[in-house]
């Protein structure tokens, strides 16, 4: 039996750094705790990268205007929104940073967080939204991730087939 940890796609769409600086931070921690991951930003993603099975993915997107996404992340964003990808077999979590000072707080990671979940893929964790001040709730976030993780409910395991 072969058990290995799923890895870990952390994805961000950013206009002036915060969340950049957040998935930077996790993927450190990721390192640390020798989770494998790749740190990619909305632009540079490849969206046929979504057709990989067997990989978890961390969304964390800024939401700008009105509830639009990250200006370099609009193409990322409404490929998803239009749910023509096929997503099903994805295993993802939201985490969305905005300032419910707007009118529509974390608007572009709940339309994400939805898509995704429209078109049949699976949310490891509830959406977290961040407001303004992120560093602690994210830091929460980051915990019950890794706790998840120690229950190995983000873990694949691959059995031999038997016969
Ligand atoms: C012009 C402008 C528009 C914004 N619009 C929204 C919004 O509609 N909803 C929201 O939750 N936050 C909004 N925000 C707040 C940003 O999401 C917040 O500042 C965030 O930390 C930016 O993260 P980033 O540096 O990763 O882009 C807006 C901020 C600015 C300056």
Redesign the pocket.
């Given at each position: 039996m072969n058990n290995s940890v799923r890895p870990l796609d952390i994805i961000?769409?950013?206009?002036?750094?915060?969340?950049?600086?957040l998935a930077e931070r996790f993927s450190d921690q990721c390192d640390q705790l020798n989770i494998p991951c790749t740190l990619t930003a909305a632009e540079d993603w490849a969206m046929e990268s979504f057709g990989v099975t067997g990989r978890n993915t961390v969304l964390i997107?800024?939401?700008?205007?009105?509830?639009?996404p990250?200006d370099d992340a609009i193409e990322f964003c409404e490929t998803l929104y239009d749910q023509k990808l096929p997503v099903s077999h994805l295993h993802y979590a939201v985490v969305?940073?905005?300032?419910?000072?707007?009118?529509?707080?974390?608007?572009?990671g709940r339309r994400l967080d939805d898509a995704l979940s429209n078109a049949g893929a699976t949310r490891i964790m509830d959406r977290v939204e961040l407001?303004?001040d992120?560093d602690d709730g994210f830091d929460a976030w980051m915990e019950s991730f890794f706790e998840l993780r120690s229950l190995q409910q983000l873990s694949t395991v691959t059995t031999n087939q038997v016969g």
């Open positions: 961000f769409g950013t206009v002036t750094g915060n969340a950049q600086a997107f800024s939401t700008w205007g009105d509830g639009e990250p969305a940073l905005g300032d419910s000072a707007y009118d529509d707080f974390c608007g572009c407001d303004v992120f």
